[in-house]
């Protein structure tokens, strides 16, 4: 089992930066691929960004390619989303998300893959 908390949200005014970190709790962080998921207000909660266990494949969902990247540190249990150019759009709650997968190189993308997931980060872009 692992716990999540994420944590770097917060307001930032249109073409801001923000980064956001996840620290997972336990020694089997790196046997999770993880991913980044967000939530506006009315709509359903969607998948922003995804890693393998191994940081060697990710996805990104089309609206935040080139303009979002994710990391993970195996080592310090962590997963990041460095955020930058942000939109009014990109207003969410921003969760982080953990799946139990056997491949290495597997990137899970749809929400009930996950397994675990934190509290949530509100993100908030305007002016």
């Known amino acids: 089992q692992v716990q999540l908390v994420e944590s770097g949200g917060g307001l930032v005014q249109p073409g801001g930066s923000l980064r956001l970190s996840c620290a997972g709790s336990?020694?089997?962080?790196?046997?999770?691929?993880m991913g980044w998921f967000r939530q506006a207000p009315g709509k359903e909660r969607e998948i922003v960004a995804a890693?393998?266990?191994?940081?060697?494949?990710?996805y990104y969902t089309e609206s935040v390619k080139g303009r979002f990247l994710l990391s993970r540190d195996n080592a310090k249990n962590t997963l990041y989303l460095q955020m930058n150019s942000l939109k009014p759009e990109d207003t969410a709650v921003y969760y982080c998300?953990?799946?139990?997968?056997?491949?290495?190189?597997?990137?899970?993308?749809?929400?009930?893959?996950?397994?675990?997931w934190g509290q949530g980060t509100q993100v908030t872009v305007s002016s």
């Open positions: 998300a953990a799946a139990r997968v056997p491949n290495y190189y597997y990137v899970a993308r749809f929400p009930s893959e996950f397994d675990y």
């Open positions: 336990g020694r089997t962080f790196s046997t999770y691929a």
């Open positions: 890693v393998s266990r191994v940081a060697g494949n990710s």
